[in-house]
């Protein structure tokens, strides 16, 4: 098997508190895990990509010191949202990618962030 | 432009129909492709690679025109439980390894 878990699923906040959100491969050894953030409506944006033991990739436009991003073990990721305003309210997935599997992602459940 | 393009929908069906969905690519270099399905408030789940000499799964048939960049979904004898939203997802860059780009999605109703 290959299970992604993510926590929490939902959460509300206030505005300019920081939100942690997890991703864990729970069977597997994630060498690479991606988040991604989804608007109503829209497609999933690719907002980095972290590798076990070194600094996250940010795509063209996510501010890397908003969204901190901490892949400390084969198993887990973290995602913080540093000082959250409402317009960081989204779904976010992450995904994780086995070391020998790698044409293949694995999603997580995905967190609903609420800003108020 | 989108590096991948869908026409959003919705797509509202009877029971029974067939439906195709397309989706066009923009980085002739995508060496990947797929399907997925995602339900409302979820995450999206794999519903089939894409292979070049064309693939079917069930009711399910995904094809590749690597010349028009084009790729397509053929869902035969909907069933109610098909409604969702489907992703085409493309390999971004093989070089890079497995980074999907994914598309806006289509939305599929079927109706009783």
């Known amino acids: 098997g290959a299970v992604v878990s993510q926590h929490p699923s939902r959460v509300i906040c206030k505005s300019g508190t920081s939100v942690k959100i997890e991703c864990r491969s729970l069977?597997?050894?994630?060498?690479?895990m991606f988040w991604y953030r989804q608007f109503p409506k829209q497609s999933l944006m690719l907002m980095a990509t972290?590798?076990?033991?070194?600094?996250?990739?940010?795509e063209q436009g996510v501010e890397k010191d908003k969204f901190l991003i901490n892949h400390a073990s084969l198993t887990l990721s973290t995602l913080t949202v540093t000082s959250a305003h409402p317009e960081d309210s989204s779904f976010y997935i992450c995904?994780?990618?086995?070391?020998?599997?790698?044409?293949?992602?694995?999603f997580g459940p995905g967190t609903r962030l609420t800003v108020t | 432009r989108k590096e991948v393009e869908q026409d959003p929908g919705p797509f509202n069906v009877p029971e029974g129909a067939t439906v195709a969905f397309n989706c066009t690519y923009s980085?002739?270099?995508?060496?990947?492709f797929f399907w997925y399905r995602q339900d409302c408030r979820k995450e999206p789940k794999l519903l089939m690679s894409?292979?070049?000499s064309g693939n079917e799964d069930g009711r399910f048939t995904a094809q590749l025109n690597r010349a028009s960049q084009y790729i397509s979904l053929l869902i035969r004898d909907s069933k109610l439980s098909d409604s969702a939203t489907y992703l085409c997802?493309?390999?971004?860059?093989?070089?890079?390894?497995?980074?999907?780009?994914f598309g806006g999605g289509t939305r599929l109703m079927v109706k009783p």
């Open positions: 995904s994780a990618r086995k070391r020998d599997r790698v044409s293949e992602q694995y």
């Open positions: 069977d597997f050894q994630a060498t690479t």
């Open positions: 972290s590798n076990e033991g070194s600094k996250a990739t940010y």
């Open positions: 980085n002739s270099a995508s060496q990947s």
């Open positions: 894409v292979y070049s």
């Open positions: 997802v493309v390999n971004k860059d093989n070089n890079a390894g497995n980074m999907l780009t």
